[in-house]
């Protein structure tokens, strides 16, 4: 996959460096906060879906720049493309539960019983998926910068 003639990856690789992490860290702030969950809630659920998405076709990219190294890559880059497969996942689940902690408070706000069950469901799955979201670019992020420019 190619824009205008560069590979797509280490340029849709930077919409995930940045929405990813900005999903996680808005997700945990409209669990663990009410008036920013109602300020800024759904706001985050469109930056955690656009992250997902993102990382869905940076992951198609990345693979089919993999495809090009063949039997040539490196220890490197093999690492790489095994660890940036771990992502989607989470991203998808970060989507998944910040778009329940907004239904959670859609219920609360109309006297809904069933909010409050949402919402502790919504909230557990927002912080793991956080959590792992965060940890996992960076270690992606580190792997490709190894694979590209060397180091340890």
């Not at 992502?87 to 219920?107: C, K």
Request: include cysteine; charge should be positive; charged fraction near 10%.
């Amino acid at each position: 996959m190619e824009v205008f003639g560069l590979p797509l990856h280490p340029l849709i690789v930077h919409a995930v460096v940045v929405l990813v992490p900005l999903a996680a860290l808005g997700g945990i702030g409209i669990s663990a906060l009410k008036w920013a969950r109602v300020r800024y809630g759904w706001l985050v659920v469109l930056c955690a879906f656009v992250g997902a998405v993102s990382t869905f076709i940076a992951m198609q990219a990345g693979q089919s720049l993999y495809a090009r190294f063949g039997a040539n890559a490196s220890a490197a880059i093999n690492r790489h493309a095994s660890l940036g497969g771990t992502l989607l996942i989470w991203a998808i689940l970060l989507f998944v539960g910040t778009a329940a902690v907004m239904a959670a408070q859609w219920l609360i706000d109309r006297h809904d019983r069933r909010g409050r069950l949402v919402l502790i469901g919504g909230i557990v799955i927002t912080v793991v998926s956080a959590v792992i979201a965060l940890i996992q670019v960076v270690r992606i992020g580190h792997s490709g910068s190894v694979a590209v420019w060397g180091g340890d």
